[in-house]
């Protein structure tokens, strides 16, 4: 049974950085893909960041790109979400979800599995 659980949200100011982990468990990943999405209140759930498990593709939202870089550690089982100069939009819930794909998706409903998410809050 696949688990995942997210670690590191918090409060920040804007301009500062945090980083998200997400620890996987349950199977081997090699042939899985893992993502971070995000949801803010009263919005839909959004695509953030892909990687293969193989580290060769990974695939961001524009908004996200060249602020936040998704990486893993497959001998800890583990991805990560670096986010710098954090915006207080930023603010919202991150989830790690996984899919059984080599090819990293932005589609939420390619993903199915789910962490319960971590609380990012950026203040202004």
Do not use: H
């Amino acid at each position: 049974q696949v688990q995942l659980v997210e670690s590191g949200g918090g409060l920040v100011q804007a301009g500062g950085s945090l980083r998200l982990s997400c620890a996987a468990s349950g199977r081997t990943f090699t042939n899985y893909a893992l993502a971070w999405f995000r949801q803010a209140p009263g919005k839909e759930r959004e695509f953030v960041a892909a990687t293969s498990w193989s580290g060769d593709f990974a695939y961001y939202a524009n908004s996200m790109k060249g602020r936040f870089t998704i990486s893993r550690d497959s001998a800890k089982n583990t991805v990560y979400l670096q986010m710098n100069s954090l915006k207080p939009e930023d603010t919202a819930v991150y989830y790690c979800a996984a899919a059984r794909t080599m090819v990293p998706t932005p589609r939420a409903l390619d993903y199915g599995y789910w962490g319960q998410g971590t609380q990012v809050t950026v203040s202004s």
